[in-house]
Nanobody
Framework: QVQLVESGGGLVQAGGSLRLSCAAS????????MGWFRQAPGKEREFVAA????????YYADSVKGRFTISRDNAKNTVYLQMNSLKPEDTAVYYC???????????????????WGQGTQVTVSS
């Protein structure tokens, strides 16, 4: 199995940027797809972005397309979420998730992932 630890959250003004990191450990020598999700108070967890095992295929929710970028450095077992032009509605706890998968399909639903980090808070002030 793989263990995930997020970092990089914080408080930022609207229009600012943050970069989240998700460090994986454990059984990282098998290919795994990664996803970022977020959950605001009183709302369901929603898909933000996903990457296939190589980083060659990436996918985004419409709400973040053009502002967020998912990338990964497999040599460091780390996945990133660069968030630019942040808006107050981006405020949420952000989670990274992993599932062992070597194809190019992406997984937009939380139920598809087996492993989750503890989450990191992102707060965007207006």
């Amino acid at each position: 199995q793989v263990q995930l630890v997020e970092s990089g959250g914080g408080l930022v003004q609207a229009g600012g940027s943050l970069r989240l990191s998700c460090a994986a450990s454990g059984r990282t020598n098998s290919p795994y797809a990664m996803g970022w999700f977020r959950q605001a108070p009183g709302k369901e967890r929603e898909f933000v972005a996903a990457s296939n095992w190589s980083g060659g295929s990436t996918y985004y929710a419409d709400s973040v397309k053009g502002r967020f970028t998912i990338s990964r450095d497999n040599a460091k077992n780390t996945v990133y979420l660069q968030m630019n032009s942040l808006k107050p509605e981006d405020t949420a706890v952000y989670y990274c998730a992993a599932v062992y998968y070597s194809g190019s399909y992406y997984f937009p639903t939380p139920q598809s992932y087996n492993y989750w980090g503890q989450g990191t808070q992102v707060t965007v002030s207006s």
